[in-house]
């Protein structure tokens, strides 16, 4: 079964607004990577956040980890058209096997 | 990522078919992975491998068998394919960094169609 289970399933925002999409997991993690994957395409990662790091940042990305509630958090800040696209959150428990949500569907409209 | 080749991009065949994908990469990393991934649904682990002679299998490996060849090439086979295996399929490799994380880096897809 799937590890990470994103929220909400899909978002459409006006460009220069910020999208903020959730991911919950199940078990304990080494450490969560959110990847971002264009129409039909293959995924890229975004980046990467370790167990004992709570915030990270990334130019215009913002992630957050909550260990505790099992949940992380990535924000982008004052979108744009080309960040449309799915993003897709992974866990990895420390086996270097990768869980991956169901991902958010973001629509930034211009 | 082009470093990350996939063949065929695309394939349609038919129920009891043998396919063969396969997944080249020029990044020099050990660990290949092949994931599945259904419309609207994330990606499914099928099989993992972290070296040439090392081969897991994932969530999903029924149905589905590999070989990795060597180091940069890594294959997935469907002995006898069935309509429900209908998908999109990714290769990705990873290199553990020196602080023991990895991301992965993926190949474009393969869209494989089961009549």
């Known amino acids: 079964s799937q590890q990470g289970e994103e929220d909400p399933q899909a978002l459409s925002i006006q460009e220069g607004e910020n999208a903020t999409m959730n991911c919950s997991y199940k078990?304990?993690?080494?450490?969560l990577q959110w990847y971002r994957q264009n129409s039909g395409r293959g995924l890229v990662h975004l980046i990467l956040?370790?167990?004992?790091?709570r915030e990270k940042h990334s130019g215009r990305l913002r992630v957050t980890l909550d260990t505790s509630k099992k949940s992380s958090s990535l924000l982008i800040t004052a979108s744009r058209a080309a960040d449309t696209a799915s993003y897709f959150c992974?866990?990895?428990?420390?086996?270097?096997?990768?869980?991956f949500g169901s991902g958010t569907k973001l629509n930034v409209k211009p | 990522d082009a470093d990350v080749t996939q063949t065929p991009r695309n394939r349609i065949t038919k129920t009891g078919k043998r396919i063969m994908l396969e997944c080249s990469q020029t990044?020099?990393?050990?660990?290949m992975y092949w994931y599945r991934q259904d419309p609207g649904l994330g990606l499914r682990l099928i099989y993992y491998?972290?070296?040439?002679?090392?081969?897991n299998k994932g969530e999903i490996s029924d149905g589905y068998s590999v070989s990795r060849q060597a180091q940069a090439k890594f294959s997935l086979s469907l002995e006898s394919a069935i309509p429900n295996q209908t998908a999109l399929y990714f290769c990705?490799?990873?290199?553990?960094?020196?602080?023991?994380?990895?991301?992965?880096?993926f190949g474009p897809g393969t869209r494989l169609t089961v009549l």
């Open positions: 992974a866990t990895d428990e420390g086996f270097n096997k990768f869980y």
């Open positions: 990705a490799t990873s290199v553990v960094a020196g602080d023991g994380y990895n991301e992965q880096f």
């Open positions: 956040i370790r167990s004992n790091e």
């Open positions: 990044k020099g990393h050990d660990r």
């Open positions: 491998s972290f070296d040439v002679k090392d081969i």
């Open positions: 078990t304990s993690i080494n450490n």
